[in-house]
């Protein structure tokens, strides 16, 4: 008698995709699916693991932050960004939003600006150049109001690429040369070139893994600017009006959030107000009445 052999237990496509739209937000078109199982299959081996629903079940059972989480969202996510992605919303920060806020709050006052959904680090630092720039006493050199940019993603790996602040001739492509110059830095990689974000500019940023459907913890600041560009078109409806509510919530008073173009149109929570600016998509948390107090 040949001996019996067990086919592993395997999971249908539609019970993970729905796990990971739960706990991440993702969803997949229908032709993506295939490419989303390998990327199980892959995380499996790399585990050495045979029994897909043994797999299924520790994923369902562990927290958004845990090991097997991380690592198969490395595989999912595509960390695809650049510097100054949108050059428009960059514009109406400098031209019309920090010029705003250092009259509004005043010029001892510090900013909480927050880069939600940051990958590898360019928008943040994007932001920080913007608000450098726009900020800077001309008289003293200072910046006032001084500033801090919170940068946060899901990705582990996206997070250390940040931290390190290294980035190829290609990645830097965006940066206006002004700002190249000033906020950049070539550093010797054998035969690839690099170059660095200077440390005055650096110091300024702090990243933190972040899931922002799943369990937002460490959002525990009001901020005054809120940059969430090219995430919410990856997430599920309900994602994303989780996700919008969130930042909505986290703006101070008279704080700004701005999306990307196309992003989330029907969502306008009832906290902000829609402004249109040069054509960029901002809403606006209403700024204090009287007897309220800004905190922070």
Known sequence: MSPVTHRPETVAPDAWCHLIKRRCGLVFRDTQVPAVLDCIRDEMLARGMTSEKRFYTDLSDETDAGPEWTSLVERLLNHETSFFRHPPSYD???????????????????LNLWSAGCATGQEAYSLAMVAMDALEDVESGETKPDFTVWGGDISR????????????P???SGVPEE?????????????APEYEVVESLRQRVRFTILNLVGSPNGVNLNHDVILCHNVLIYLSPP????????????????????????????????????????????LRRRTAGAGEVRTC
């Open 179 to 191: 700002y190249r110059r000033r906020f950049l830095r070539p550093v010797s990689a054998g035969l």
């Open 239 to 282: 994602a994303v009006s989780q996700v919008v509510a969130l930042l909505a919530s986290r703006l101070a008073l008279g704080g700004y959030l701005l999306l990307g173009p196309g992003e989330a149109p029907s969502e306008k929570p009832a906290a902000l107000e829609a402004l249109n600016l040069n054509g960029v998509r901002v």
């Open 157 to 168: 790996r996206a997070i250390e690429i940040a931290r390190r602040s290294r980035y190829g």
């Open 92 to 110: 109406v920060l400098r031209d019309h939003i920090f010029p705003e806020l250092r009259q509004a709050r005043g010029r001892n006052s510090r």
């Open 170 to 172: 290609r990645a830097i």
